[in-house]
């Protein structure tokens, strides 16, 4: 089925830096969704976003629903050891109900 | 917040048992649920969408005989992996979303690992 594009696989920062992930698709999507994965658990939400051109912060994590409806970025400033994890983005079409779409996931490594 | 729970958290059994993974709700009413298929270092698969009061949706490849969805109230579904075997090991995930409110994003449990001896 379809996937959305997340790359790289994996980043490497310095504590204390900005980070920014970018994800993007062939089709256009409702909602878009950032969530994060420690592991051995299920994904947390970080943000969600539900109209193009929204931009939402949540802490130090803010994301943006692109205007094309087919991309969302998602910023991490001033990173933190604890920001290491999985974050996958997701996009939701038309009608609350409707399933997700999975970006294979980009790996977080924070060096201290 | 909107919080589901998911149970067991881990469960080792021995080949051909069938194994029961519970996903609820705890503070809002879901007529959807979503169960998941997560293998190492991948990404989310959907299995199934579980509808309360009706028949799942099972995604392409995905067997009902082998992974059975009961949304029997607003507030849990359950998906039991029958006459289990090693393939079946993985992590399942279940999530949902506030169906009383709009714009709600889904809420996803924390896993259930299963392993298949």
């Known amino acids: 089925g379809q996937q959305l594009n997340q790359s790289p696989q994996s980043m490497f920062i310095q504590e204390g830096e900005d980070v920014s992930m970018n994800c993007t698709s062939s089709?256009?999507?409702?909602?878009w969704l950032w969530y994060k994965q420690d592991p051995g658990e299920g994904p947390v939400l970080l943000i969600a976003?539900?109209?193009?051109?929204e931009l939402t912060s949540n802490g130090r994590l803010t994301a943006q629903f692109g205007i094309t409806r087919k991309d969302s970025f998602l910023n991490i400033s001033a990173s933190i050891p604890s920001d290491v994890g999985i974050y996958f983005c997701?996009?939701?079409?038309?009608?609350?109900?409707?399933?997700?779409?999975f970006g294979k996931g980009i790996t977080l490594s924070v060096r201290p | 917040g909107a919080v589901v729970s998911q149970h067991p958290s881990w469960v080792i059994c021995k080949s051909g048992t069938s194994v029961k993974i519970e996903c609820r709700s705890l503070?809002?009413?879901?007529?959807?649920m979503f169960w998941y298929r997560q293998f190492p270092k991948q990404s989310l698969m959907l299995m199934a969408t579980?509808?309360?009061?009706?028949?799942?949706?099972?995604e392409q490849g995905v067997e009902k005989d082998k992974f059975l969805i009961n949304h029997a109230s607003l507030t849990l579904s359950t998906l039991t992996v029958t006459s289990a075997h090693p393939e079946d090991s993985s992590f399942y995930i279940c999530?949902?979303?506030?169906?009383?409110?709009?714009?709600?994003?889904?809420?996803f449990g924390d896993g259930t690992r299963l392993s298949i001896l």
């Open positions: 999530s949902a979303r506030n169906s009383g409110t709009r714009n709600q994003p889904q809420h």
């Open positions: 089709s256009i999507f409702n909602t």
């Open positions: 976003l539900y109209k193009a051109g």
């Open positions: 997701a996009g939701q079409g038309r009608g609350a109900n409707s399933k997700l779409t």
């Open positions: 503070d809002f009413q879901a007529t959807t």
């Open positions: 579980s509808n309360e009061g009706s028949k799942a949706t099972y």
